[in-house]
């Protein structure tokens, strides 16, 4: 019993949370409303796949928010302007990955830790995509573009299927591959990880590179689907990001993380907030609870390790 809790548990907990609001919100247990949350956890669930990979390696991202927001705000620009659909998509990721391998390459080879750096490139991030939309939304006048993000296959509508993608993809990544292999390794005790041959600071590197590239998807596919470029999106998302990795048992201090308990601990995010909406409870309390729930997934990752020491 204790091995299948340990193992377990939180779809458990998502399971009998599933249930309960089944029978508690109106509404909820509907095929439109799950319809409706699946697109609504699709930001989270794409930056959390890469997520995922910065806490099993020991560090975290504060900046993907201001990624998210500054990408939608290039590819408005971009689609703008030029009218090519390639580069609006390809631009914002390329800048992406541009201002993740920057994060990388502080942390891993200047030395300064993932708090200061990550929160000083939000702050700068954030601050260039106002400046460059003036700090209002772009609109974007070429419908093709404004059409990706609500193509729809089986009922579900495209940012589904690319965070299903992403699940898949980076799954595959963390398990079947030395990439994914070196992470975790690299989080459980980076010199010893360092002392069998694996290249620290590159695959770190990476890893933030990654992240940024897909921050930078995710804000691409949100400004297509709002058919603007909004510098002000987005705020908070790393929070929501972190958490439901967290509660989904990925370590703070690196070395553990699955695909599958990252992906309860974002339905578990995505269920409350839904429910919220649905009760019509006050944006107000809402923050609490994403806040409740944020201190709750700390507390349960310092138990889990408390159990492991």
């Known amino acids: 019993m204790k091995k299948l809790w340990q193992q377990n548990g939180m779809l458990l907990v998502c399971a009998l949370l599933f249930?309960?609001?089944?029978?508690?919100?109106?509404?909820?247990?509907?095929?439109?409303?799950?319809?409706?949350l699946?697109?609504?956890?699709?930001?989270?669930?794409?930056?959390?796949?890469?997520?995922?990979?910065?806490?099993?390696?020991?560090?975290?991202?504060?900046?993907?928010?201001?990624?998210?927001?500054?990408a939608g705000v290039v590819a408005a620009t971009?689609?703008?302007?030029?009218?090519?659909?390639?580069?609006?998509?390809?631009?914002?990721?390329?800048?992406g990955f541009g201002i993740g391998a920057v994060n990388g390459f502080v942390i891993a080879r200047l030395g300064i830790n993932a708090l200061i750096t990550t929160l000083a490139t939000m702050q700068i991030v954030r601050g260039i995509a106002?400046?460059?939309?003036?700090?209002?939304?772009?609109?974007?006048?070429?419908?093709?573009?404004?059409?990706?993000?609500?193509?729809?296959l089986l009922e579900f509508q495209s940012p589904v299927w690319v965070?299903?993608?992403?699940?898949?993809?980076?799954g595959?990544?963390?398990?079947?591959?030395?990439?994914?292999?070196?992470?975790?390794?690299?989080g459980g005790n980076a010199e010893a990880a360092r002392l069998s041959g694996v290249n620290v600071a590159r695959t770190k590197i990476l890893i933030f590179a990654v992240q940024g590239a897909i921050a930078a998807l995710a804000g691409v596919l949100l400004a297509s689907r709002v058919s603007s470029g909004q510098p002000n999106t987005s705020e908070g998302l790393e929070l929501q990001v972190i958490s439901g990795c967290v509660l989904g048992g990925v370590s703070l201090t690196g070395g553990v993380g699955t695909i599958s308990g990252m992906i309860v601990g974002v339905l578990i995010m995505g269920a409350v907030q839904n429910a919220m909406n649905l009760l019509n409870i006050p944006t107000f309390w809402q923050l609490v609870a994403s806040g409740a729930i944020l201190l709750t997934a700390v507390l349960l990752d310092k138990l889990k390790n408390r159990r492991r020491v």
């Open 172 to 186: 595959l990544l963390l398990n079947k591959t030395i990439y994914g292999r070196n992470t975790l390794a690299i």
């Open 78 to 95: 971009v689609i703008n302007k030029t009218n090519s659909i390639p580069l609006a998509i390809a631009i914002p990721i390329a800048l």
């Open 19 to 36: 249930l309960v609001l089944s029978f508690t919100v109106p509404n909820f247990a509907t095929v439109e409303n799950a319809k409706g």
């Open 163 to 170: 965070m299903v993608l992403c699940f898949v993809v980076f």
């Open 130 to 152: 106002r400046l460059l939309a003036d700090g209002s939304s772009i609109g974007i006048s070429n419908e093709a573009f404004g059409k990706l993000g609500q193509l729809k």
């Open 38 to 70: 699946t697109m609504s956890v699709t930001t989270v669930g794409i930056v959390a796949c890469t997520m995922l990979f910065c806490l099993a390696a020991g560090d975290f991202d504060l900046s993907v928010g201001s990624v998210v927001a500054l």
